[in-house]
């Protein structure tokens, strides 16, 4: 079991800011740096059943999603030029997982205006 872990790890192990920011492309003299938000993960497990019998098992999955690029023009200007449906797949979940906590404080904060004014 040890090994397939280490097997997974060597596999990711140059995942990281290669996943994040893509190799420098030169496009008439404009540099073009694209940037992702890269997440993954593996997990691995083993046992045995009341016979005795042994089994193992692995597994493993990723995801890259292109936020935009730093684009780079030979005045040195550069800017980050957002990819808008990657940054709303990005942020879409965050503001779900808000909408409860929102909706609360407001509420709350409605209660205590109410009880300043009487």
């Given amino acids: 079991m040890a090994e397939l872990v280490l097997e997974l790890a060597g ?6 800011v290669k996943t994040s920011y893509g ?27 009341e016979r005795g019998d042994e089994g193992s098992g692995g597994g493993g999955g990723g995801v890259s999603i292109p936020l935009g690029a730093y684009v780079g023009r030979r005045s040195g200007d550069v800017r980050f030029e957002p990819n808008l449906i990657g940054l709303l797949l990005v942020v879409t979940p965050l503001v779900l997982a808000a909408t409860p906590l929102v909706w609360a404080t407001g509420k709350a904060l409605r209660t205590v205006i109410r009880g300043l004014k009487h």
């Fill in 23 to 49: 190799e420098t492309v030169d496009i008439d003299g404009t540099k073009i740096v694209p940037v992702a938000l890269g997440a993954y993960g593996f997990g691995g497990g083993g046992g045995h059943d």
């Fill in 11 to 16: 596999t990711v192990s140059g995942v990281g």
